[in-house]
């Protein structure tokens, strides 16, 4: 499943749930000029990401039940300017 972001606020045009288990949810950042970031979260656990100046996008995995997960993604502080 593949997020879409606003770029102008956030960097980063979309964010992709890669893969969802019975405890775990992973998801992917592809970085504009190429690479990426990985992250796996377990239920109640959480992470952020951001670039420079721009908000960043904090993530939370709320819970996974049956094979569905709740996520919740909320803006976080922008980093110091440029």
Do not use: C, N
Not at 13 to 22: D, Q
Not at 65 to 72: E, H, K, R, S
């Amino acid at each position: 499943m593949t997020i879409r972001l606003d770029t102008t606020k956030f960097y980063y045009p979309e964010m992709t749930v890669v893969a969802v288990g019975s405890d775990t949810l992973t998801y992917r950042v592809d970085y504009p000029h190429g690479g990426g970031a990985q992250q796996i979260l377990s239920p109640g656990g959480g992470s952020a990401f951001g670039f420079r100046s721009h908000t960043t996008v904090e993530v939370k995995l709320v819970s996974i039940t049956d094979g569905t997960a709740l996520l919740a993604l909320s803006p976080g502080t922008p980093g110091p300017p440029d």
